[in-house]
C-alpha cells in the first residue's frame, strides 16, 4: 500500500543521522501466543516497518555506517512447508528483497557468522545499543503518508455516519459500536485502538472499554475511535446526545469545548509551536465556564479538564514526536480538548485529525458533524 521508494528513502535520511563508524539494529518483534495454537494479531515495530516495509514478525535490519559508505543488512526468518499451509506464509530472501528493495537479504540462521565476519573486517566499529532516534523524521509525512492517513479519516467518517443513523436510547453502548465495526470490515480496515463508546456518566472514565452499559432518553454518549489504513491511524472524538437533541445544559457545556478547539484550530499553522494549543484551548474553555457559573477562577477548570489537548498521530495513534516542536507543513497531529462534569454525568469531548499545510492546517475529519446545528441535523435525517 506504501511503495518501496518510501521506504528507501526513509532509510536514507536515518543513514545521515547515524554517527560514522557505527553499527545500529531494528527488530521487526515477536509473535505473542494468545491461547492453544492462537496468536496474538502481529503489529511489526514501527520504526523497523518504516525502515523496511517488512511486516513480518523475528526480522532484523542491521545498518554498518562505515566512512563513506553504508551496508544496509535484512535478516529475516526462513519459512517452512507447515507456515505455508497453516497461515498462508511464504517468502524467500529473493522475494523479500524485490518487496523492500533491500539488496542484501539473509536468513537469520546467517546471522552469527555474518556478525563474527563484520566484526573481524571492521573492529574498530562500535555497537549503539540504542539505533538513532529517527522520531524527528517520523513527525513530518510525506505525501504517500497523507494518502494513508486520509483514507483512513474517510473510513471512520464513514463509519461514524453509519453510527449517527442508529443511535437511540435503549441500546446497548456495544450496540451501537457495531455499527462502526461493520464499515470497518466492510472496508477491509483494521481498529487503530479500541473503540471508547460512553454514555451518561462511564463519559467521565478517560478509557472507558467495557461499553456495556444501556443508553438512556437524555444521555450524551462520547465516542472515540479511528479506523487504520495501510498501518497508518486515524483518531476521533465526538459526543452526541441520544435523543438526537441537546438540552440547554448538554448544549452550554458542548459549546464550551467546541469553542476550545476551534480557538485551537484556528491557530494551528507553520510557526506554531504545539505545546501552546493546549493551553489556548484550556484558556478559552476556561473563559466559558466563567461565564456559565460553573468556575469563578481560570486555574479552577483543571476540576474538569485533566488530559492533554492532542498528539502527533502516524504509524501509532499516539506517535512518536517532539511536543515542543514548532509546526511545519505536512505535520499530522490530533487536538482533543474535553470536560468533565461528574456530578451532573456529562462527559464531552471533542478531537480532530489534523494536517499542517502551508498556510494553516486541514482537518481531515471535518466530515463528521461536530457543531451543535450539524449534530442534530445528522441525528434527525438518520
Not at 492462537?38 to 503489529?43: I, K, L, S
Not at 533491500?102 to 556478525?115: K, N, R, S
Request: charged share 30%.
Amino acid at each position: 500500500m506504501i511503495s518501496k521508494a518510501f521506504h528507501a528513502s526513509r532509510r536514507k535520511l536515518y543513514q545521515e543521522k547515524m554517527k560514522k563508524h557505527t553499527i545500529e539494529c531494528f527488530y521487526s518483534g515477536d509473535e505473542k501466543q494468545q491461547n492453544g495454537d492462537q496468536n496474538y494479531a502481529f503489529v511489526p515495530d514501527a520504526d523497523f516497518y518504516y525502515l523496511t516495509g517488512f511486516d513480518k514478525p523475528g526480522a532484523l535490519l542491521l545498518t554498518i555506517k562505515k566512512k563513506r559508505t553504508v551496508l544496509t543488512e535484512l535478516f529475516i526468518e526462513r519459512t517452512d512447508e507447515r507456515k505455508a499451509r497453516w497461515e498462508g506464509v511464504s517468502y524467500t530472501t529473493e522475494s523479500v528483497s524485490e518487496l523492500t528493495g533491500i539488496q542484501h537479504v539473509h536468513y537469520m540462521e546467517e546471522l552469527d557468522a555474518f556478525v563474527k565476519n563484520i566484526k573481524k573486517k571492521y573492529p574498530d566499529m562500535k555497537w549503539k545499543k540504542k539505533p538513532t532516534d529517527i522520531s524527528r523524521i517520523r513527525q513530518v509525512k510525506t505525501k504517500e503518508e497523507i494518502a494513508l492517513h486520509r483514507r483512513a479519516c474517510q473510513i471512520t467518517t464513514e463509519g461514524v455516519d453509519a453510527i449517527l443513523k442508529n443511535l437511540k436510547p435503549g441500546l446497548y453502548e456495544y450496540e451501537i459500536e457495531a455499527e462502526f465495526d461493520y464499515v470497518l470490515g466492510k472496508n477491509h480496515a483494521k481498529h487503530a485502538f479500541d473503540t471508547i463508546a460512553a454514555s451518561g456518566p462511564k463519559a467521565c472514565v478517560l478509557h472507558y472499554h467495557d461499553n456495556d452499559r444501556k443508553m438512556q432518553p437524555g444521555d450524551m454518549v462520547l465516542f472515540d475511535l479511528g479506523a487504520e489504513w495501510g498501518h497508518y491511524a486515524s483518531d476521533v472524538s465526538r459526543t452526541y446526545p441520544v435523543d438526537g437533541v441537546f438540552t440547554k445544559e448538554q448544549r452550554e457545556l458542548y459549546e464550551v469545548v467546541l469553542s476550545g478547539l476551534e480557538a485551537a484550530e484556528a491557530l494551528a499553522k507553520p510557526g506554531q509551536p504545539k505545546a501552546q494549543l493546549q493551553e489556548v484551548s484550556k484558556k478559552i474553555m476556561a473563559e466559558g465556564l466563567i461565564k456559565l457559573g460553573k468556575i469563578k477562577k481560570a486555574k479552577e477548570i483543571d476540576k474538569y479538564y485533566y488530559h492533554g489537548s492532542g498528539h502527533f498521530i502516524g504509524l501509532f495513534t499516539h506517535d512518536v514526536g517532539d511536543n515542543e516542536a514548532i509546526l511545519e507543513p505536512d505535520m499530522m497531529f490530533t487536538l482533543e480538548p474535553g470536560l468533565y462534569f461528574e456530578e451532573e454525568g456529562i462527559g464531552i469531548r471533542i478531537e480532530d485529525t489534523l494536517l499542517v499545510t502551508k498556510t494553516g492546517c486541514e482537518i481531515l475529519s471535518a466530515g463528521i458533524p461536530k457543531t451543535v446545528e450539524d449534530i442534530e441535523a445528522a441525528m434527525k435525517k438518520g
